[in-house]
């Protein structure tokens, strides 16, 4: 062989190999690249603290964010959903939720139940007091001489403790409490655990459970007020609702249900069939007279089915809809009647009367002493556990 050809074919393959070698080094760069873009569609969860309670707890903040743009912000104290944001028909992400910024403003004296774990007991019990086996529980009379949502110091004002499970299309903010025995007057050690999952559906998650070591009673809820416009100025009463049941809790003078249920239809507690909050919020009606608007809980259909639609909110303007799924057999729809614009707003002002609206899962208002009414009572042994689902879209 010449000494011209052995020179090309050492050139040859020295080219071949650096060739190779680049292709190698492209591919293990693809493999390196490809991770990288999965992550952007992972859900997300960040944690900053969110100030100290006036007992100097230090509370935390937790924003669960999916890859659509709904972000959720849920704080220790309570389990406080802070802000919520929803799309509206052109895309664009507004919170839906009152609240507020600060820790101080949500211990600030009368402030609402904005965004909060209702617990042990969500509704009222009738002259705050119940009995098991012969035993009379006595609780705090806070709403008049009645009990309401779990007394003066609820779920709602304790520092849950949190910890983070995420997956490839989920994010969970776990919380976990322990209520002790005789503890805002009720009986048993009752183990507390809320777990709030986004995914990127634009769906969360809210699974309840609690265990206790002696019998008591329990109905948990989530008690956010929303308003689908975005605008916290603007009154909810173009919301268009519609929920599930046929028969309504007729309530007395305090609002205690008086153990009737009653067909909603023609009266202005039908919404089989969805229609503005305000078509029949002023109409004379006694029911309405006693709650300054709503204020009543709702006998859920197919009660035996688990999860299924309980209630639904649209907002016209936006196109923002909210289905509310659950497997419990009622919910209380609530029309921010005791807001009066002393509050403080997120976007500035004041939350003014009805800019927000409540859907609340649950088991009935004062069912541990009404019999006829599903139980409320919760055994050693036995473990609580219901969940309820919140859905966005648009339409």
């Known amino acids: 062989m010449s000494t011209l050809k052995r020179s090309f074919y050492v050139v040859t393959l020295v080219g071949f190999a650096l060739l190779s ?3 190698k080094n492209e591919k293990k760069a693809d493999t390196n690249i490809t991770p990288v873009e999965e992550m952007k569609n992972l859900v997300t969860i960040t944690k ?3 100030g100290t309670t006036t007992d100097s707890i230090p509370v935390d903040k937790f924003i669960l964010k999916n890859e659509k743009g709904m972000e959720i912000s849920i704080i220790t104290y309570g389990g406080i959903i802070t802000s919520w944001t929803a799309p509206d028909k052109n895309g664009e992400y507004k919170d839906i939720v009152l609240g507020f910024d600060s820790i101080h403003k949500y211990q600030m004296p009368g402030v609402p139940y904005f965004g909060a774990l209702i617990g042990r007991f969500g509704n009222r019990i009738a002259n705050a007091k119940f009995s098991l086996d012969g035993t009379e529980y006595k609780l705090a009379a806070n709403d008049g001489k009645n009990h309401l949502h779990g007394g003066v110091k609820g779920f709602d004002k304790v520092v849950w403790t949190a910890s983070e499970v995420l997956t490839d299309s989920t994010a969970s903010l776990v ?28 769906n969360l998650d809210v699974v309840y459970e609690a265990t206790t070591d002696k ?3 329990i109905n948990l809820t989530q008690h956010s007020y929303f308003n689908l416009s ?26 205690i249900p008086t153990g009737e249920i009653k067909d909603v239809t023609n009266t202005p507690f039908d919404f089989r069939q969805a229609k503005a909050l305000g078509k029949d919020i002023e109409v004379k009606d006694e029911q309405l007279k006693r709650g300054l608007g709503y204020d009543h809980c709702w006998v859920l259909n197919n009660q035996n089915q688990g999860i299924r639609l309980a209630a639904s909110a649209y907002n016209v303007e936006t196109g923002r809809l909210l289905e509310v799924f659950s497997d419990e057999p009622a919910i209380q729809l609530y ?13 500035g002002g004041t939350y003014a009367h009805r800019t927000g609206f409540c859907l609340e899962t649950q088991h009935y208002p004062d069912s541990p002493n009404q019999k006829d009414f599903p139980s409320v009572v919760l055994n050693p042994g036995e473990k609580y556990m219901t969940t309820t689902s919140f859905k966005f879209s648009v339409k």
Do not use: R, W
């Open 335 to 347: 029309t921010g009647n005791f807001l009066d614009g002393t509050l403080p707003s997120k976007q």
């Open 215 to 217: 019998k008591t009673v």
């Open 21 to 23: 070698i680049q292709c």
């Open 175 to 202: 919380l976990t409490y322990l209520s002790k025995d005789m503890e805002e007057g009720y009986p048993g050690n009752l183990e507390t655990k809320v777990t709030y999952t986004l995914n990127n559906d634009n």
């Open 48 to 50: 900053e603290p969110f």
């Open 230 to 255: 975005g605008d916290f100025s603007k009154p909810i009463l173009d919301h268009e609702i519609s929920i599930n049941a046929d028969g309504f809790l007729p309530v007395d003078a305090t609002l």
